[in-house]
């Protein structure tokens, strides 16, 4: 059946408005260029066509995506097969233009290119055409070449169709007006979605870099948290996916998308943006009695005051007796002076231990220093003084870590900082859940953590997994100068502990453990010493996907 021309031309100029459409919805690269290339050849029904993109040097063209129907031969963009010929160069070896290539001609020139019959050209070079369609049995006929301008009627790239055929005498004929202007239309919107893919791309690697920035300068401000901004998000995006895999338990409908996945990344990075206006004086207090320098030292030096004082007293008692002529027991004295002596030691020893910061500071030794801040000496002054300031043994009792309930509070700002300038950025709908993702990972379950007191029902899954994250992160981690980085299996006993006090989300965990995500984890971030063998059977609180027991 005969195909009337005005029908022929009314369904291309409808495919040519769907594929436009097409085209500004597609965000993967290789596929919007396998679509300018195969919509060309279908409102031109060519056989053949090649799409080259300008290289970044302006001086080749390189073969993107290659396609011949006739020979069954698809090249380059999804197929993953590389296209075996070198780009094309606009600029001969003495730096004259390559005007006798025909697709180097129209980028030079900015012109399209209609050639009726290569065979019979003389103003371009064809011989390399003849000698492939010798080695292939085809030939190739019938060009139409057209050069792909951006916006700002810059050449990007060259699209090239060989061997129109008829529709309905199925032979090769040379591309009409009709089409050659079909084309030019669809290479237009075609440059126009590329470099709107390009823009958006860039914008995307801008904001990624950007981010990273932030969250590699925050690590970078304290030499106790380093890595960390690094690391919770590859864990969250670890747990995420685990979540998203899984085909059991109340989260066996969870889903995201790719952007939300991406929305989720971004989170991840800027999770303790906040900590950026944090005092180093905080962040960096390894130490209880840390400020400029570590106080220790102060107490150290009193000791040794104290010490020259005491002798002091029993040379001065020895001369008084001598004065006198009574009798003193220096024996019994020089003993008292050296169980002094040893005391001064012990206390000492004692209080650079309870300098650090432990996870849970015993009652006897806060009695204890309690009982050093009671003694009494005189300072350089001549003032008779308690041995520790108020500060000094308040600063020593801290039950956990190395911070006062003044600096924990300052810490814990952070996140509040965090939400503040996350809420304050205008986001595009992609990324309106960065504030609440990022937000929500010092939140618990149980409606006892901070900043906002949400519960698990206030809180989104991702926001529920990037809290996990970021407690697992914190107890392996090997840099917190208050404790000791902890096993695999410590670690999970801890976490297992959270869950059974709602403090994180049950199912989450029991994902984190039965798909081993710890080890994945470890395997990348641990140090080989903490990387012990786990016996789920004696996590504390894990609960196995009970169709496997």
Same mark, same amino acid.
């Given at each position: 059946?005969?195909?009337?021309?005005?029908?022929?031309?009314?369904?291309?100029?409808?495919?040519?408005?769907?594929?436009?459409?097409?085209?500004?919805?597609?965000?993967?690269?290789?596929?919007?260029?396998?679509?300018?290339?195969?919509?060309?050849?279908?409102?031109?029904?060519?056989?053949?066509?090649?799409?080259?993109?300008?290289?970044?040097?302006?001086?080749?063209?390189?073969?993107?995506?290659?396609?011949?129907?006739?020979?069954?031969?698809?090249?380059?963009?999804?197929?993953?097969?590389?296209?075996?010929?070198?780009?094309?160069?606009?600029?001969?070896?003495?730096?004259?233009?390559?005007?006798?290539?025909?697709?180097?001609?129209?980028?030079?020139?900015?012109?399209?290119?209609?050639?009726?019959?290569?065979?019979?050209?003389?103003?371009?070079?064809?011989?390399?055409?003849?000698?492939?369609?010798?080695?292939?049995?085809?030939?190739?006929?019938?060009?139409?070449?057209?050069?792909?301008?951006?916006?700002?009627?810059?050449?990007?790239?060259?699209?090239?169709?060989?061997?129109?055929?008829?529709?309905?005498?199925?032979?090769?004929?040379?591309?009409?007006?009709?089409?050659?202007?079909?084309?030019?239309?669809?290479?237009?919107?075609?440059?126009?979605?590329?470099?709107?893919?390009?823009?958006?791309?860039?914008?995307?690697?801008?904001?990624?870099?950007?981010?990273?920035?932030?969250?590699?300068?925050?690590?970078?401000?304290?030499?106790?948290?380093?890595?960390?901004?690094?690391?919770?998000?590859?864990?969250?995006?670890?747990?995420?996916?685990?979540?998203?895999?899984?085909?059991?338990?109340?989260?066996?409908?969870?889903?995201?998308?790719?952007?939300?996945?991406?929305? %989720?990344?971004?989170?991840?990075?800027?999770?303790?943006?906040?900590?950026?206006?944090?005092?180093?004086?905080?962040?960096?207090?390894?130490?209880? %009695?840390?400020?400029?320098?570590?106080?220790?030292?102060?107490?150290?030096?009193?000791?040794?005051?104290?010490?020259?004082?005491?002798?002091?007293?029993?040379?001065?008692?020895?001369?008084?007796?001598?004065?006198?002529?009574?009798?003193?027991?220096?024996?019994?004295?020089?003993?008292?002076?050296?169980?002094?002596?040893?005391?001064?030691?012990?206390? %000492?020893?004692?209080?650079?231990?309870?300098?650090?910061?432990?996870?849970?500071?015993?009652?006897?030794?806060?009695?204890?220093?309690?009982?050093?801040?009671?003694?009494?000496?005189?300072?350089?002054?001549?003032?008779?003084?308690?041995?520790?300031?108020?500060?000094?043994?308040?600063?020593?009792?801290?039950?956990?870590?190395?911070?006062?309930?003044?600096?924990?509070?300052?810490?814990?700002?952070?996140?509040?900082?965090?939400?503040?300038?996350?809420?304050?950025?205008?986001?595009?709908?992609?990324?309106?859940?960065?504030?609440?993702?990022?937000?929500?990972?010092?939140?618990?379950?149980?409606?006892?953590?901070?900043?906002?007191?949400?519960?698990?029902?206030?809180?989104?899954?991702?926001?529920?997994?990037?809290?996990?994250?970021?407690?697992?992160?914190?107890?392996?981690?090997?840099?917190?100068?208050?404790?000791?980085?902890?096993?695999?299996?410590?670690?999970?006993?801890?976490?297992?502990?959270?869950?059974?006090?709602?403090?994180?989300?049950?199912?989450?965990?029991?994902?984190?453990?039965?798909?081993?995500?710890?080890?994945?984890?470890?395997?990348?971030?641990?140090?080989?010493?903490?990387?012990?063998?786990?016996?789920?059977?004696?996590?504390?609180?894990?609960?196995?996907?009970?169709?496997?027991?």
């Amino acid at each position: 059946m005969q195909v009337s021309s005005r029908d022929y031309l009314l369904n291309r100029l409808e495919r040519l408005n769907a594929i436009g459409v097409a085209l500004s919805a597609e965000r993967d690269n290789k596929r919007l260029l396998e679509m300018i290339l195969f919509g060309a050849k279908e409102i031109t029904n060519a056989d053949s066509g090649t799409l080259y993109l300008l290289t970044d040097d302006k001086k080749h063209l390189k073969f993107e995506i290659l396609s011949n129907s006739t020979l069954d031969v698809q090249l380059g963009g999804t197929t993953g097969q590389e296209i075996p010929l070198l780009p094309i160069p606009l600029y001969l070896a003495d730096g004259s233009p390559n005007l006798t290539t025909v697709a180097a001609y129209a980028t030079l020139e900015s012109r399209a290119v209609n050639i009726k019959n290569a065979y019979e050209e003389k103003d371009f070079d064809f011989s390399g055409t003849r000698k492939y369609d010798e080695i292939v049995g085809y030939h190739s006929e019938s060009f139409l070449t057209i050069p792909m301008k951006n916006h700002e009627d810059e050449i990007i790239g060259v699209l090239q169709l060989i061997n129109a055929i008829d529709i309905n005498t199925q032979k090769i004929i040379p591309f009409s007006d009709a089409n050659q202007r079909l084309v030019e239309s669809l290479a237009s919107q075609a440059a126009v979605a590329m470099t709107n893919h390009s823009l958006i791309e860039g914008l995307k690697r801008l904001l990624e870099a950007f981010v990273k920035l932030i969250a590699n300068a925050i690590d970078e401000k304290s030499p106790h948290t380093g890595g960390h901004c690094r690391r919770v998000p590859e864990l969250t995006l670890m747990l995420a996916q685990a979540a998203i895999d899984t085909k059991i338990g109340p989260l066996k409908d969870f889903t995201l998308s790719d952007k939300e996945f991406y929305e %989720l990344t971004i989170a991840g990075w800027l999770h303790d943006c906040g900590k950026i206006t944090t005092p180093e004086s905080v962040m960096d207090k390894a130490t209880k %009695l840390s400020a400029i320098y570590d106080r220790i030292e102060l107490i150290a030096q009193r000791y040794a005051l104290v010490k020259k004082q005491a002798e002091c007293d029993f040379q001065k008692k020895q001369i008084a007796a001598l004065q006198s002529g009574a009798a003193i027991d220096v024996s019994k004295m020089t003993s008292e002076l050296i169980d002094f002596y040893q005391q001064c030691d012990v206390d %000492l020893a004692f209080l650079r231990r309870v300098n650090f910061g432990v996870e849970a500071m015993a009652a006897e030794d806060k009695q204890r220093v309690q009982d050093i801040a009671a003694m009494q000496y005189v300072n350089e002054k001549g003032q008779t003084v308690a041995f520790l300031t108020e500060d000094e043994a308040y600063n020593l009792q801290i039950h956990r870590g190395t911070l006062t309930k003044e600096e924990r509070a300052i810490i814990n700002n952070h996140i509040s900082v965090s939400i503040d300038m996350l809420e304050s950025l205008p986001y595009p709908k992609d990324f309106q859940r960065v504030p609440e993702y990022a937000g929500g990972h010092h939140e618990r379950m149980d409606g006892k953590g901070y900043p906002r007191g949400l519960t698990g029902d206030e809180m989104s899954v991702p926001a529920r997994v990037m809290a996990i994250a970021d407690i697992f992160e914190a107890l392996t981690s090997a840099d917190r100068p208050y404790k000791k980085p902890k096993t695999l299996t410590e670690s999970l006993n801890i976490l297992g502990k959270m869950k059974l006090d709602n403090h994180i989300d049950p199912d989450l965990f029991d994902i984190f453990v039965r798909e081993k995500i710890y080890l994945k984890y470890a395997n990348v971030f641990l140090e080989p010493e903490q990387i012990d063998d786990v016996d789920h059977t004696k996590i504390t609180g894990y609960q196995p996907d009970i169709s496997q027991v």
